[in-house]
């Protein structure tokens, strides 16, 4: 057993650059795998709030093949930075969303990028709901948007995704209520600051 988790890890050590397996991902979802060094995020919205998480990393709804996370919350709820860096792309003028095809370039969002030049992107804030701009610094926990309806949605959530240097779409870890996790969707989650 203990030469198959050396394995395990001398292979995810290797395969580092490749796309998550559904092992991996299953590993993280479960818990099994707990310890990384990857950064750990703190939740996209303010300290002490808690929101459910619907649907996660290659959940069958509308995030097949995505590493991302959708958070139910109502309109206008505050969302704050979860993890530092320099706001790269933003929009705040569409108040338009639904399940149509065109509804995809409706969505207002912000992308953050951090030091390591991972991205952070929210999605599906609400008209005027952009409370910074293009060049902007961010720091960690900063209110940063409103949450919203806008875009591809059928109801009030945050779409919150990283992708890594490379483009890639990972899965990170966030301090919770109870403690350093990967989260899964049914789950409720208290922001925490450390
Ligand atoms: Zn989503």
Redesign the pocket.
């Known amino acids: 057993m203990k030469l198959l988790t050396s394995c395990i890890f001398l292979l995810l050590f290797y395969t580092g650059l490749a796309q998550l397996s559904d092992r991996e991902i299953m590993d993280l979802k479960t818990g099994r795998r707990k310890e990384d060094t990857s950064y750990i995020y703190w939740l996209p919205y303010a300290e002490k709030k808690s929101f459910l998480l619907i649907?996660a990393s290659n959940s069958q709804i509308?995030?097949k093949e995505?590493l991302?996370?959708?958070f139910k919350m109502k309109k206008g709820s505050k969302i704050c930075a979860a993890r530092g860096g320099i706001v790269t792309s933003a929009r705040g003028d569409s108040d338009k969303g639904g399940l149509k095809e065109e509804n995809l370039h409706d969505g207002n969002y912000i992308i953050v990028q951090h030091t390591d030049g991972s991205i952070a992107k929210y999605?599906h804030l609400e008209k005027d709901g952009v409370f910074v701009k293009v060049g902007d610094t961010v720091q960690q926990g900063q209110v940063i948007g409103a949450s919203g309806n806008t875009g591809y949605t059928a109801f009030p959530?945050l779409?919150f995704q990283i992708n890594d240097a490379t483009g890639r779409q990972i899965l990170t870890r966030f301090y919770t209520r109870r403690g350093i996790k990967y989260l899964r969707p049914g789950n409720w989650y208290k922001c925490v600051h450390p």
Do not use: R
């Open positions: 649907q509308s995030h995505e991302s996370l959708d999605w959530h779409h």
